[in-house]
Every structure is written in structure tokens, then in C-alpha cells.
């Protein structure tokens, strides 16, 4: 599903195999905010992933879109990057990016 407007998810960054749904990547209910992280809780709770905070937007990069699978996998498009949350590696949940324009003169 694709969304226009940012909404609020959860990850669980050493346990991937936790959300299998669409709808189990959008219940925050319970999980707690990066900023209130210690480690333990999030294990148990998750992390709420929201725009406003540093991690998902360091430079104030302007939100464009995001989209949501069946399985709670994401993509989000923003004007400088697109994130992606597909990376699941060795268990773990990690969001990664790549510029959304690349030079590609630095590339060769």
C-alpha cells in the first residue's frame, strides 16, 4: 500500500522475525520512541520509527512517499534518499539508504 502522508512504524532491530504483516509494522501500541531506547525495552516492544526523529531524517530531507507491503516490508522515497527496510541480516531489522540521485561519474 502506498501512503503520501508519513505514518509512524514500529521495528525490532534484533528480532526480524517478529512482524510477518502489514499490520503488525503499523501497531506501535506499546513500542517506545528511539530517543527513549535502552536497549532491553525494545527488544520486548519495538522502536517507533517517526519522522521527526534524527535517524530517519539528519538533514531535514523532504518526505515523499512510502510504501508498505503485505509482509511490512518498506520503501520510502524522500527528495535526497530512499530507505529501505527489506535488509534483513543475520536476524536483525536494519533501515538502509541510497542517495536518490546518485553522481554516477563517482561511481566509475
Known amino acids: 500500500m502506498l501512503y503520501k502522508e508519513w505514518i509512524d512504524f514500529v521495528v525490532f532491530p534484533s528480532n526480524a522475525d517478529r512482524i510477518k504483516t502489514r499490520e503488525e509494522?503499523?501497531?506501535?501500541?506499546?513500542?517506545?520512541?528511539?530517543?527513549?531506547?535502552?536497549?532491553?525495552?525494545?527488544?520486548?516492544?519495538?522502536?517507533i520509527v517517526n519522522w521527526n526523529d534524527y535517524t530517519m531524517?539528519?538533514?531535514?530531507?523532504?518526505?515523499?512517499?512510502?510504501w508498505?507491503?503485505?509482509d511490512g516490508n518498506i520503501i520510502i522515497w524522500t527528495e535526497k534518499r530512499v530507505w529501505s527496510l527489506y535488509q534483513r541480516i543475520d536476524?536483525?531489522?536494519?533501515?538502509?539508504f541510497l542517495p536518490r540521485?546518485?553522481?554516477?561519474?563517482?561511481?566509475?
Not at 531524517?57 to 512510502?66: I, L, R, S
Not at 536476524?91 to 538502509?96: A, Q
Request: charged share 35%; hydrophobic share 35%; net charge negative.
Open 25 to 47: 509494522r503499523l501497531n506501535t501500541k506499546g513500542a517506545i520512541s528511539y530517543l527513549e531506547n535502552d536497549g532491553e525495552i525494545a527488544k520486548k516492544h519495538g522502536l
Open 57 to 66: 531524517n539528519p538533514d531535514n530531507d523532504k518526505f515523499e512517499a512510502m
Open 101 to 108: 540521485n546518485p553522481d554516477l561519474s563517482l561511481l566509475f
Open 68 to 70: 508498505i507491503d503485505d
Open 91 to 96: 536476524g536483525k531489522e536494519k533501515m538502509i
